[in-house]
């Protein structure tokens, strides 16, 4: 137990014993810091990760919350050493460091701080961190780039911060990265700034500058190089070292650009390379914030959020082609509140997701980031730290530190050759490859064979000059088809000739492991198999031509892998002698009336039919609409099955999958349910005519006739229609013992006797109209009718008088009977003395309706030339007026229509003199 007492640190003699043996630790691994630097992660909402295995475990004992960037460090053997946000330091146990508290880092920021060891010094490290923005409350905060040294040590194990707050930058971005250099043993420290004395371009526009820190044996070197960036960069933005070391991208959100540039290590020079506009397709513009590479450095990616209603995505650009003739390809998807990438040792990249003020309790992964498109195997929200959160930041590494990889071709077969190799940014001395099954090599670049499938952790221990590295890969060996030796597969002789159609490719039932993408190939002999020669060209249809026929097969699985085997094809004697029941079903069970067919339930046959037969419960038995179908097993009938009338094919094997019967039943779609009903009805009142009688059909067998609230009205076939509303009726019909219903709906309505709206009369037209809310036909005989609505015209009548009746289409006698006369009043007249239309005058029985009728008639001056009377009229006018014959014209008429009760109805028009 320590106890603190004015900053003493005192020991008990265990204690003190422990922490010495900690220290020696320390000191032993002084040369061998490696990869395993990077096996925890802590970040956003106390959320965190542990790569030791290999795998990925969920770490729930982070004691810091930090809205972006952030950095950690591991020793040699993969154990926590501290961490921190480059606000505060928290050691191993999850404490506050030992003067580890009031760092300078501003915390907002996409990278604000990275952690670097002191170069074959494993007891002192480095924290950078960077601030943009001066603050002089609660304490003067100036902008700038600062590192503090920590160092562990026997009276300090859990670590302290011996330098603090060391400004060594006056402006600075919130980017940071870094590099080892294994030719000089030293870290280089990247970071962007702003130069001493401003630099403007020729737009004005002040630019920034990298400066390079190398860290060595010595500490820090306080005089950087300093590079000039000519692209006028905004302060926004990831910045990231390919894991070679040869590259550096640098993400600016604010002018929606991706820069590179080339790195040289040896030169420390840094040139510019290619500028990325952030638009992977047309009109999506894109604001990138986060960016990485691959861990073989040949693709990059971005985040990048559309505006601020956009989506946001993630963006792969295919870095090492890019100075192709033809630009390569952007793959691109949407994800939602991505924000940073980070690499991780085992090759994959993770993807932040969320912010300080909406936390998101999940993280995504691209799994395979060195593939293209589809094959990167991404997936979102792949890892659950709920209650922890993720926010935007994830903490950075030294860049080299996740080069080092096992290089294996892809994932192959069992039994086939993996080839292995690695990539390392420091000379390899000696490694030790531990394959996951029992077996070792000391080769550079060994192949291994793997002979059991499944997921195999690669492990390499490899040594150079200045570290020692531990490695791991899992790869994922694919099994072979696993069809055992001497299968037979058989087929059911039913006419006992011994031969029949096989389907070969049914072998597969053999087959615990196969699935639909296999491939099937088949040989007579296992020559042609190993050549791939001669297949059997119809497989499905394959007729034996030996009792017992050995054939030879290979099979390709979904993952490549070849196999070849054979297997045997024999016939049994079977008969089609079992009769069995035919099985019926109701025409209407489709749902659908007068088709002709029928929904039969393949499950609850297939029970009768195993009852039937006595068939055994591990048999299995299948139906199929041909009998070529039953021997080759394709096209299987299952479930619900919609058919005509038809025989079935039924197949029964075995639970070793031998064939022990073909044979036929027929199933049966009973006949239509007789249906002779309307969806509406219109009924007369029972005082004019005797009510409508519906019939339910003569060969159903009851009916059911209901009211809307579904009160049974009769169960008679006939039905008289008394009353309007909505009624049913439930018709069932039995047959082969099988009672089949259907309930149809119809409507009643009580129909309205119609009123007389309108008649017209001209000369030889009657134009009726009436008002109802039927439709209508039209009589002048009371026996044959027209049309079909709310009114009528007839045409071409003589003058006369006619009664027009008017009735209901649905037969309702409401018959309106309106008498019309019929008055011709000629359009011209020919007084030419042929005896043939010499007088103008008016036609029809007028004495029998009117008491008076007196014509006037006019010239187009509106002069009287002729006034007659009923009894004149008899005569008519010659077109004579003072003794003298008038001219051809256009001459017009006044009539005055007298009835018997003195009602007077005047009609004027004009008429043509024709000489």
């Given amino acids: 137990m320590f106890l603190e007492k004015e900053n003493i640190m005192f020991l008990n003699k265990k204690e003190s014993i422990g922490c010495f043996s900690l220290f020696l630790l320390f000191l032993i691994s002084i040369n061998g810091f490696s990869q395993n630097e990077t096996n925890h992660w802590y970040f956003g909402k106390n959320a965190g990760l542990d790569f030791n295995s290999g795998e990925v475990d969920v770490l729930t004992d982070s004691n810091m919350v930090t809205p972006a960037g952030c950095s950690i460090i591991s020793d040699f053997n993969g154990d926590l050493m501290f961490y921190s946000n480059g606000q505060n330091i928290w050691n191993r146990n999850h404490q506050i460091m030992d003067n580890g508290s009031d760092l300078f880092g501003e915390i907002e920021g996409v990278q604000t701080s990275i952690i670097l060891p002191k170069p074959n010094d494993s007891s002192a490290y480095y924290v950078f961190y960077t601030r943009e923005n001066t603050v002089s409350s609660p304490a003067v905060m100036a902008e700038g780039v600062y590192y503090s040294e920590i160092k562990f040590n026997l009276q300090n194990p859990l670590g302290i911060v011996v330098v603090k707050n060391q400004r060594i930058a006056n402006t600075t971005t919130s980017r940071l990265a870094a590099i080892y250099d294994n030719d000089s043993d030293t870290y280089k420290v990247l ?3 702003k130069p001493n004395a401003p630099i403007l371009n020729q737009n004005g526009e002040e630019l920034f500058v990298f400066r390079i820190f190398n860290i060595s044996q010595t500490g820090v070197n306080l005089n950087p190089i300093v590079i000039t960036i000519q692209e006028s960069l905004a302060t926004i933005g990831a910045m990231k070292i390919s894991p070679n070391g040869e590259f550096i991208a640098v993400a600016d959100y604010i002018n929606m650009r991706i820069y590179t540039y080339s ?55 295919q870095f090492s082609l890019i100075n192709d003739p033809n630009p390569p390809d952007t793959y ?129 221990t490899v040594v150079t000059p200045n570290r020692t590295f531990v490695l791991y890969k899992t790869i994922n060996v694919f099994p072979p088809p696993l069809l055992p030796l001497n299968q037979v597969l058989t087929q059911c002789d039913n006419d006992n000739d011994g031969f029949s159609v ?106 009768e039919i195993i009852s039937i037969l006595n068939i055994p419960s591990n048999y299995d038995v299948k139906f199929y609409p041909t009998y070529l179908d039953a021997q080759t097993k394709l096209n299987e009938i299952s479930g619900l099955y919609t058919s005509t009338t038809r025989e079935i094919w039924i197949r029964i094997e075995d639970e070793n999958n031998s064939c022990n019967g073909i044979f036929p039943f027929t199933i049966q779609v009973n006949n239509e349910i007789e249906v002779n009903l309307e969806e ?47 009624f049913s009726v439930i018709l069932e019909k039995e047959e082969n013992g099988l009672n089949c219903t259907e309930t149809i709906y119809f409507d009643v309505a009580m129909a309205i006797a119609p009123r007389l709206e309108e008649i017209k009369v001209d000369n030889d037209k009657i134009f ?70 010499d007088y103008w005058k008016l036609y029809g029985p007028m004495n029998d309706y009117y008491s008076a009728v007196e014509v006037a008639l006019y010239d187009r001056f509106g002069n009287l030339l002729h006034n007659m009377n009923l009894i004149e009229n008899n005569q008519g006018w010659g077109g004579v007026s003072n003794s003298k014959n008038l001219p051809s014209s256009d001459y017009w008429y006044k009539i005055t229509f007298k009835d018997f009760n003195n009602n007077a109805i005047t009609k004027r028009g004009n008429f043509s003199l024709i000489r």
């Fill in 263 to 317: 790195f040289d290590l040896d030169l420390n020079l840094i040139t510019h390379y290619k500028t990325l506009p952030s638009v992977p397709a047309f009109g999506l513009f894109l604001n990138p914030y986060g960016v990485e590479f691959s861990q073989d450095s040949n693709m990059l990616y971005y985040t990048g959020s559309a505006g601020l209603n956009g989506g946001i995505y993630i963006v792969q650009i």
């Fill in 680 to 726: 509406r009805y219109t009924i007369c009142d029972s005082n004019v005519q005797s009510p409508m009688v519906l019939d339910g059909g003569i060969s159903n067998t009851s009916w059911t006739w209901r009211n809307i609230s579904l009160q049974v009205l009769s169960t008679d076939r006939f039905f008289p229609l008394v009353d309007d509303g909505k």
């Fill in 332 to 460: 691109f998807f949407e994800e939602p509140r991505a924000k940073s990438l980070q690499l991780a040792r085992n090759g994959k990249i993770y993807v932040s997701k969320g912010d300080f003020n909406s936390p998101y309790n999940r993280i995504s992964i691209i799994n395979k980031p060195e593939k293209f498109s589809t094959e990167i195997e991404f997936l979102s929200d792949a890892i659950n730290f709920s209650p922890d959160a993720s926010t935007k930041g994830l903490p950075i590494f030294v860049a080299s530190s996740l080069r080092n990889r096992i290089i294996v071709s892809d994932d192959a077969c069992v039994n086939t050759v993996f080839d292995f190799e690695l990539d390392m940014y420091s000379p390899i001395i000696s490694v030790q490859w531990d394959f996951g099954d029992g077996t070792f090599s000391n080769d550079l670049n060994p192949s291994h064979v793997f002979t059991t499938p499944g997921f195999h952790k690669i492990k390499a």
């Fill in 768 to 837: 009726v109209s009436v008002r109802g809310l039927e439709n209508y036909e039209f009589s002048l005989d009371n026996s044959t009718y027209f049309g079909s609505g709310k009114s009528h015209t007839f045409f071409d009548l003589q003058p006369g008088v006619y009664t027009v009746y008017i009735r209901d289409v649905n037969g309702c006698s409401y018959a309106i009977q309106e008498e019309i006369l019929i008055i011709k009043i000629p359009r011209y007249f020919t007084p030419n003395g042929d005896g043939i239309n």
């Fill in 502 to 607: 096989f389907n070969l490719e049914n072998i597969s039932d053999f087959i615990s492991n196969a699935n639909s993408e296999f491939e099937y190939y088949f040989y007579t002999n296992f020559v042609d198999a190993q050549n791939d020669q001669n297949p059997i060209q119809n497989p499905i249809n394959y007729t034996n031509r030996f009792v017992s026929e050995e054939i030879f097969v290979k099979i390709i699985t979904e993952n490549g892998c070849p196999f070849i085997s054979s297997f045997f094809i024999e016939n049994v004697s079977t008969t089609t002698s079992t009769q069995l029941p035919n099985f019926y079903t109701c025409e209407n069970s489709d749902g659908i009336s007068g088709n002709s067919e029928g929904i039969f339930d393949s499950n609850t046959i297939k029970l």
């Fill in 191 to 193: 970071c962007v700034t």
